[in-house]
């Protein structure tokens, strides 16, 4: 399995009173975007910690690039973790400088990668001088900086004006397109819904899904229906086989279908019990609306 | 290895605390040392002089006696570096930069190297710049200076080494233990000023084995020459002993914290 870049197995976390991360498993294949999706302390954080080093898992492994964890399998990635870590009183261009020697790579790498991220004119200026927005790009360019396989944001986004949001998603984005591996956390589901391509949804440290985003969505198939009898619809709904009342919204019913069944099944089967429908639409969950039931 | 010490270097050359803290070590253990020289302390007074102690005049500037005087008094100044070593290490923790190195692919071994390090160059530094003025100072002040003279009692230029060194470990250990640089400054002082003060006290047998006084006794205190006293230019072989074996525990102490903390 050459392209599986990060596979984790059992992961558990075990604080004195708390389990923040729960047998946690999953893998995250070569050139995907993959989302870690959970709401506040679901254990994003802590699984991410705990794959880069910082944090020292209770039981459990995981590998990087299919090896047993080891520091220098770290330089291949490139990770913020909360917030940007740098030193305040040093420029960018000097924090730079301890990236680039911790990671290996030659000072001449650093131009470019802060050219990418658009600070280049402001890099002799401190650190702690830096807006918000800069930080996070300052961070994206030190992960960046030796062109890592896997790039690995944690809420990448959090805490910037719309305009910073824009250019951050535009630079992972731009990243993305050449190949590299992306892992984002995040509790925006927009932002995985538009970004991602696999995801794995957390809730109290155990995954409650984990795969495709496009199965997150359509995991199964539901209709709101209505007819001019609502008593005799909802009678032979509940007699018919493949169907599945999920809720009743007095004028609508919401249905859901068994593998395979669709809308004209649904309304074909219907009428042979002599019910006319006035209404039948599709059942679009919003990511986010899933994403909360799922967390419910 | 030394590319763990030129990326500490990266860290600190564009840091002015550090070379405010660096300066003012250099700077006022100059002026300390140099105003010794011209101290002169009149037992009587103006109008009847009574007896005149001159450092100069005692020889306590001339070699070999020059070797135990300065390193003694450079002594006092390690406050300064331990100081710096509180801040240099919980910024580390401040600022969240100790787990961004480990993120960047430093293993936690490399962490706690590159501190090791950091701490035996500014030993290095500061036992250079003593081995300097006490030759500045010295040499004008010897009235025959041969490489024997030069040399005898030149070791305490190691024992100036292992207490400073020794004394910056367990300033390294606390503040790793600690994280706040307040707290760390806070409890290293409440140790240092109080508890091992009063333990020494307590327990006449035990003093020798207390660490900061294990590391203050490998350079006896030289001005009882003053007085009419013999000076103790040696110092026995259990004191290297304890200091060492002080300085190997809180280093494996270090060492094992940072392998064994999350970040």
């Not at chain 2, 490399?110 to 290095?124: E, S």
């Not at chain 2, 004394?167 to 790793?176: A, H, I, K, P, Y």
Request: a positive charge; glycine letters at 6%; one cysteine or more.
């Amino acid at each position: 399995m050459n392209d599986v870049v990060l596979e984790i197995n059992a992961l558990t976390k075990k604080y004195q009173s708390t389990v923040a991360v729960n047998g946690l498993s999953f893998k995250v294949q070569k050139g995907s975007i993959f989302g870690m999706l959970g709401p506040n302390g679901s254990g994003k954080t802590t699984t991410l910690g705990m794959i880069l080093g910082v944090t020292l898992p209770t039981t459990g492994n995981f590998k990087w690039f299919g090896k047993p964890f080891e520091a220098s399998l770290l330089r291949r990635v490139g990770a913020i973790l909360e917030t940007p870590n740098f030193y305040p009183y040093l420029s960018a261009q000097q924090n730079m400088e301890v990236v680039a020697k911790i990671k290996n790579v030659d000072h001449s790498a650093i131009q470019q990668v802060l050219e990418l991220v658009g600070l280049a004119t402001r890099k002799h200026d401190p650190f702690r001088a830096y807006s918000l927005g800069m930080k996070q790009r300052l961070a994206i360019a030190a992960a960046y900086v030796n062109r890592p396989e896997v790039l690995l944001l944690d809420e990448p986004t959090n805490g910037l004006d719309p305009q910073g949001i824009a250019d951050v998603r535009t630079l992972i984005k731009d990243i993305a397109s050449h190949g590299t591996t992306i892992i984002l956390a995040s509790h925006l589901l927009d932002e995985v819904e538009k970004v991602c391509t696999d995801a794995v949804v957390l809730k109290q440290g155990t995954a409650l899904f984990a795969g495709p985003v496009k199965n997150l969505m359509t995991q199964e198939m539901s209709y709101e229906i209505a007819a001019l009898d609502m008593a005799l619809l909802k009678k032979v709904i509940l007699t018919l086989e493949g169907i599945t009342l999920v809720n009743d919204f007095n004028k609508k019913l919401l249905v859901k279908l068994s593998d395979g069944l669709n809308g004209a099944w649904l309304n074909d089967a219907l009428h042979k019990h002599q019910v006319v429908l006035t209404h039948l639409s599709e059942y679009h969950k919003s990511l986010e609306k899933h994403f909360l039931d799922l967390i419910k | 290895m030394l590319q763990l010490l030129k990326t500490e270097w990266l860290k600190l050359k564009g840091y002015k605390t550090f070379w405010i803290i660096v300066a003012a070590y250099a700077v006022l253990m100059a002026i300390t040392l140099f105003s010794l020289e011209s101290f002169k302390l009149n037992t009587g007074s103006t109008a009847q002089p009574g007896m005149q102690v001159d450092f100069k005049s005692l020889g306590l500037f001339s070699f070999p006696d020059v070797w135990q005087n300065l390193t003694y008094v450079a002594g006092f100044f390690k406050f300064l570096l331990a100081i710096l070593i509180v801040v240099i290490i919980s910024n580390e923790y401040e600022f969240k930069t100790i787990r961004q190195n480990l993120i960047d692919g430093w293993s936690r071994k490399q962490f706690y190297t590159a501190k090791f390090l950091l701490i035996v160059a500014l030993a290095l530094g500061a036992t250079l710049l003593v081995m300097c003025l006490t030759v500045v100072l010295g040499v004008p002040n010897t009235y025959h200076i041969t490489p024997l003279v030069f040399f005898t009692r030149s070791q305490f230029l190691i024992w100036f080494f292992i207490e400073l060194f020794g004394f910056l470990s367990f300033v390294m250990l606390v503040t790793l233990l600690i994280r706040r640089a307040a707290f760390a400054i806070g409890i290293y002082l409440m140790y240092a000023v109080i508890i091992e003060p009063l333990l020494a006290l307590r327990f006449d047998n035990l003093a020798p084995f207390l660490p900061l006084e294990s590391f203050s006794n490998l350079i006896p205190l030289p001005f009882v020459k003053i007085i009419g006293q013999s000076v103790q230019t040696s110092i026995p072989f259990s004191s290297i002993v304890i200091a060492l074996g002080f300085i190997v525990v809180f280093q494996f102490l270090s060492y094992k914290l940072i392998q064994t903390r999350d970040f």
